[in-house]
């Protein structure tokens, strides 16, 4: 990972919430990927939930 953003937010046990983001890719045509993790708290402990990732093809 090259720029990792961390985003930090509390829900409850049966609360969804949605996080919108932008990506400015290169203006060069290409295929790039975007990965985000998905995880959570617990005892002071990082748990981990999910991989999620999209393709983006400029062309």
Do not use: C, H
Not at 16 to 43: C, F, H, S, W
């Amino acid at each position: 990972m090259d720029n990792p953003w961390i985003i930090s937010m509390s829900i409850e046990s049966d609360e969804t919430k949605t996080i919108l983001y932008y990506a400015l890719v290169p203006d060069r045509p290409d295929k790039y990927n975007l990965q985000t993790e998905v995880g959570y708290m617990e005892n002071g402990s990082y748990n981990f939930y999910q991989d999620l990732s999209i393709d983006i093809v400029v062309e």
